[in-house]
T-cell receptor
Framework: GAVVSQHPSRVICKSGTSVKIECRSL??????MFWYRQFPKQSLMLMAT?????????EQGVEKDKFLINHASLTLSTLTVTSAHPEDSSFYIC????????????FGPGTRLTVL | GQQLNQSPQSMFIQEGEDVSMNCTSS?????WLWYKQDPGEGPVLLIA?????ELTSNGRLTAQFGITRKDSFLNISASIPSDVGIYFC???????????FGTGTRLKVLA
């Protein structure tokens, strides 16, 4: 149990376009979902915390108008990178928590975004 | 901001050797987590520690929650080729559900 999926697994897009990444909890309802970004050979950095039905909370330095987060249901959160530029190329990873699991975060497999 | 520093940054070891790595913080944590990340994948939880001084094993892996609550250690015994990857420590910031991740230890096992 506690499986989290992401779609797509990798995406290549042109500079200036927008890209949507989906994060789904497959076999549980997630109270909270988190979005991380990981640049090559670096650690995971938290971008935002997403709660179903409310606005996401962004970490310092993360532009909320550039990284739009929608948490439409207890099993789905989406991250849209708007007007993507090459510096947005990164590995985006989501996680989902379940209160009954002691707030442990279950991580998705990640989405590799390459902006040309 | 708060940081978790891991050492060593990278290790090259022979198959069968034991491995030790650690994670230190400038502030205390109530939970320590150890993850492994394979290339192009999300992190996978290896061991969770919830109490200062706690020593927990998962197969060939053993982790300890430091007494000061500012550090944690991970040991891997009798390493095998599939142990290759990046090992991250992590923990929730006090009073929050947000995780902060360590700088990572990259492990390579030579057959």
């Amino acid at each position: 149990g506690a499986v989290v999926s992401q779609h797509p697994s990798r995406v290549i897009c042109k500079s200036g376009t927008s890209v949507k990444i989906e994060c789904r909890s497959l076999d549980f309802q997630a109270t909270t979902m988190f979005w991380y970004r990981q640049f090559p050979k670096q650690s995971l950095m938290l971008m935002a915390t997403s709660n179903e039905g409310s606005k996401a909370t962004y970490e310092q330095g993360v532009e909320k108008d550039k990284f739009l987060i929608n948490h439409a249901s207890l099993t789905l959160s989406t991250l849209t990178v708007t007007s993507a530029h090459p510096e947005d190329s990164s590995f985006y990873i989501c996680s989902a928590t379940l209160y009954s699991a002691g707030n442990e975060q279950f991580f998705g497999p990640g989405t590799r975004l390459t902006v040309l | 901001g708060q940081q978790l520093n891991q050492s060593p940054q990278s290790m090259f070891i022979q198959e069968g050797e034991d491995v030790s790595m650690n994670c230190t913080s400038s502030s205390i944590f109530n939970t320590w987590l150890w993850y492994k990340q394979d290339p192009g994948e999300g992190p996978v939880l290896l061991i969770a520690l919830y109490k200062a001084g706690e020593l927990t094993s998962n197969g060939r892996l053993t982790a300890q929650f430091g007494i000061t609550r500012k550090d944690s250690f991970l040991n891997i015994s009798a390493s095998i080729p599939s142990d290759v990857g990046i090992y991250f420590c992590a923990g929730p910031l006090l009073g929050t559900y947000k995780y902060i991740f360590g700088t990572g230890t990259r492990l390579k096992v030579l057959a």
